[in-house]
């Protein structure tokens, strides 16, 4: 089993204009010269809707199921859409609220939403909301996740390409360290593999058995050096606590992401599948 543990929704069905709005910032940058070049070679679908064209791709890349992570309230509706369309390929997160609102009882939202709306982990943004990871919205999120048993992405390291907003401020995933030991059952998934706080984030990894790493963005944004940080977590955790994500913003950058894995010489077929999918698998026990 394949799984995309770290996939938002697509804003649209024209690649062509995404890329094309793309260059007016980033024209010049080697992440995206690359991309457009390997987007360029990849088979277009003429599928009627994005969801319809993400499963396209997914199966081009023989992705089977995928994690969908929303950013915000809104999303959250959006993503049950998508659970809709495809019920045996995409899983359910949940952004919980992440601004303090005393008519709001998030504790009574977060187990509702688990319960009852069948959502099956948190992805939580509390640093583009100019928050710190142990800030105190995060509490109950913990708590929930420590009594369901479920997972928490959580962004970590540098922002996506383009988001003009001080994230990096806050995104040290060294703030995990004052909880992660408190909340055992809970499982913190650090986004990007933290960096360029890549260090702190295989430290925590080997320090705490509930701690992971995903490697979201990392096979397009900085090959070469992806291959650096797997093979030094390697070294140090093995390969069981990592998982593949591709959070490209478009369907076909998930192509892109698999591929990477697909041609790399320097793991087993065995330790390349355990990051590609068993070991997500086994974080959501299916």
């Known amino acids: 089993m394949r ?7 697509f804003p649209a069905m024209d690649t062509s204009k995404m890329v094309k709005v793309g260059s007016v910032i980033f024209e010049g940058y080697g992440f995206y010269e690359r991309m457009v070049k390997k987007i360029q070679n ?5 599928a009627n809707n994005i969801m319809e064209k993400t499963i396209f791709h997914l199966n081009n890349a023989n992705i089977d199921k995928v994690v969908l992570l929303p950013v915000n309230m809104k999303e959250n509706q959006e993503v049950q859409k998508w659970v809709e369309f495809a019920p045996e390929v995409f899983i359910p997160f949940y952004n919980p609220p992440e601004k303090s609102d005393t008519n709001v009882n998030v504790t009574d939202v ?3 939403a688990i319960v009852e709306e069948g959502y099956k982990g948190f992805k939580i943004m509390l640093t583009f909301r100019k928050k710190k990871l142990d800030d105190q919205l995060i509490y ?3 708590e929930a996740a420590h009594k369901y048993k479920i997972p928490i992405v959580m962004h970590c390291g540098y922002p996506p390409p383009g988001t003009r907003r001080s994230v990096l401020t806050y995104s040290n995933p060294i703030y995990i360290d004052n909880f992660a030991s408190s909340y055992p059952k809970a499982n913190i998934i650090i986004t ?19 701690v992971y790493l995903d490697l979201s963005n990392l096979a397009y944004m900085m090959p070469s050096r992806l291959k650096e940080l797997l093979i ?7 390969v069981q606590k990592i998982l593949f994500g591709s959070d490209g913003n478009t369907p076909e950058m ?9 041609n790399i010489d320097f793991l087993s ?5 355990k990051i590609l999918g068993l070991n997500g698998a086994k974080l959501l026990g299916l």
Request: hydrophobic content about 45%; glycine content about 4%; some cysteine.
């Open 42 to 46: 990849i088979k277009s679908s003429e």
């Open 254 to 262: 998930i192509e892109i992401a698999v591929d990477y894995f697909d």
């Open 192 to 210: 990007h593999m933290g960096y360029p706080f890549t260090d702190i984030a295989i430290a925590l990894a080997a320090q705490y058995p509930n």
């Open 269 to 273: 077929n065995e330790e390349i599948e």
């Open 140 to 142: 109950p999120v913990l």
């Open 232 to 238: 030094q977590a390697n070294e140090i955790i093995g």
């Open 3 to 9: 799984i995309d543990f770290h996939c938002h929704l």
């Open 110 to 112: 977060i187990k509702k």
